[in-house]
Structure formats: C-alpha cells, structure tokens
C-alpha cells in the first residue's frame, strides 16, 4: 500500500473520523475510514502514536485464583458484554494512575500492586488507531457501582470454573475473551 492522503470528515467530542487514501499493490485507490482520538492529524507519521489512550486492567485478587471482570453495557453494542475495566489516560496521567484511578471509578476497588505491564496494543485495529496499555496486579476491596451515571458496569470476581462457563453463555470483548479463556485453562 501506498499512502497518499487524508482527510478530515467529522469532528465529534471524543472521536474524529477520517478516509485515509492509499493506492493498492496493483494500483486501485483505496479510501479507508478510520476513527482516532486526536481531532489533528495531519500527516501519515501522525497515524502511528507511541503514546497509549486508555488504560486497561488485568487484576486478580491477592491469591490470584478470581480475576476481575465488568459486566457492562455497551452502547454500541446495544447489549451487556464482559470486559476487563478499562478507560482513557487523562492529560498529565501516566498508566499507572490512570489504571487506579479507573479501577477506584469503575469497580470501587483499590490497586494494590502491579505486577506487569503488557506494551502497546490497538483497540480496534480494524477501524481506529486507538492504543492501549495492559496494567496487570492485584486489587482488593468492596465492589462498588461506577461512580458515573454514563455508565452501567456490574462488576464482580471470577474464578477459573466460573469464566469457563460465562465463555460458553456470554459476550465477551476480545481482549478479555482471549485472557480469560487461556486463564481459565491454567
């Protein structure tokens, strides 16, 4: 593929959509539509950040034998679907913070160690250039309601037996169905 352009089309609060141009091996031209967060794109090198938007949390509790998992409803989806808690890193945040800050809003939960951080990954590389960080650790506390009304999240610890019946029933975001089924094999 060869870039030769973009263009801006629609500037939303939070997502600025985009038709990227290129000309294929055998010289078709392609229009792409993407989704980005950074509403000012300019050039090709912009594309490719190495910078993370959001914050995604692995979290167990202290034995490591129950991970954390939100029942949320997504809008997009129209429908509730698991997930790990995630959100974005606000300006003058780093992962780290962002991660339990997130955790605090959305579960309640207090971050109590992090144990590994899993580098750069796409959200949804099919349509947006969204980056995440993964914050892997432990977490303990009393599970509490997100404390925002734009968001319905139920969320709850899982063990190993529990998720693999919840794979079989249930609807999943990738990243955590793709974790939680390989944990739930361990």
Known sequence: MKF??????????????YDLNYVTADGQPKCYEIIIRNGNIGSFEELHGDKPDAVVLIMHNREGDKV???????MAAGMWVYNFPAGLIDP????DTAAARELREETGLTLISIDDHIGLSYSA???SN????????KCEGTIQMSDSSFEEIAAA?????EVRE???TERFAARTQAYCY????Q
């Open 182 to 185: 390989m944990w739930s094999r």
């Open 92 to 95: 003058g945040e780093d992962a």
């Open 157 to 161: 610890w899982y063990t190993r037996e």
């Open 130 to 137: 969204e980056m995440n960080v993964c914050v892997v650790g």
């Open 4 to 17: 030769i352009g973009l263009e801006k089309k629609d500037q939303g609060k939070y997502i600025t959509r």
């Open 68 to 74: 954390l998992l939100n029942r949320e409803f997504r």
């Open 166 to 168: 919840l794979l079989k």
């Open 125 to 127: 590389v099919g349509f």
